[in-house]
Structures are given as structure tokens and as C-alpha cells.
């Protein structure tokens, strides 16, 4: 099994940055890939970033360009750096890992992980 702990969450006006970390443990190696998924309430989930099996890495087009997902293998740790935060990137914010072997963009069109957090809120304010 892997455990996957997120910190770093909270509240920021328009245009501002937040980092989230996620702290992975348990069966690490069973991280193959990762990524940060994101969900309102009564509205589908959507994965905003993630790092493939081979390295790669993709974003949603919504954020590309002002979040930067980035994996620390040594530390077992994985981070979005989110700047430019706009009101509709408010939501609770999940570290996810999966098994499969497969490219970034993978994950951000199928939302396909095996391993979640419990998550961590980010509140945009207007």
C-alpha cells in the first residue's frame, strides 16, 4: 500500500501562489506515477497535473503555464506549485499515485490512480 499525506492548503486572494506537498510512504516503489487532482463539490473530478512513468510531464490547459508539478524520488515528496491563482482553481486539491506504467497525459484525461490522499483545500478569494 502507499500512503500519501498532503500539507500546504489554505486561502489566497487573486493572483496569488500556494505550494502543496505530499508526502509519500508505504510501498513506494508502487508510485510509478503521480499527479494532483482537483474537485468542487458536484462537479467531476479532473487531474490539473501530472508526471508519467517515463518522466513526462502535463498539465490541464487551465493551469499550464501557472502551476508546476515537480517529484522528489530521494525525499519521497511531490509538489504543485500553483501561481497566478484565480477563484475558479478553488477547490479540495488530492495527491494521487498509480501503479501503470504510462505517460502523463494519461493521467490527466483519464484520472486513473490507484493511490489517493485525503486531500487538502485551496480557497481563491475574489
Not at 499525506?5 to 486572494?13: A, I, N
Not at 491563482?85 to 502523463?104: F, G, I, Q, V
Request: one cysteine or more.
Amino acid at each position: 500500500q502507499v500512503q500519501l499525506v498532503e500539507s500546504g492548503g489554505g486561502s489566497v486572494e487573486t493572483g496569488g501562489s500556494l505550494k502543496l506537498s505530499c508526502a509519500v510512504s508505504g510501498h513506494t516503489d508502487a508510485a510509478v506515477s503521480v499527479g494532483w487532482v482537483r474537485q468542487v463539490l458536484g462537479k467531476e473530478r479532473e487531474a490539473v497535473a501530472a508526471i508519467g512513468s517515463d518522466g513526462s510531464v502535463n498539465y490541464i490547459d487551465s493551469v499550464r503555464g501557472r502551476f508546476t508539478i515537480s517529484r522528489d524520488k530521494t525525499k519521497n515528496t511531490l509538489d504543485l506549485e500553483m501561481n497566478s491563482l484565480k477563484p475558479e482553481d478553488t477547490a479540495m486539491y488530492y495527491c494521487a499515485a498509480a501503479r501503470s506504467h504510462l505517460k502523463a497525459l494519461y493521467y490527466i484525461r483519464s484520472v486513473n490512480f490507484d493511490y489517493w490522499g485525503q486531500g487538502t483545500q485551496v480557497t481563491v478569494s475574489s
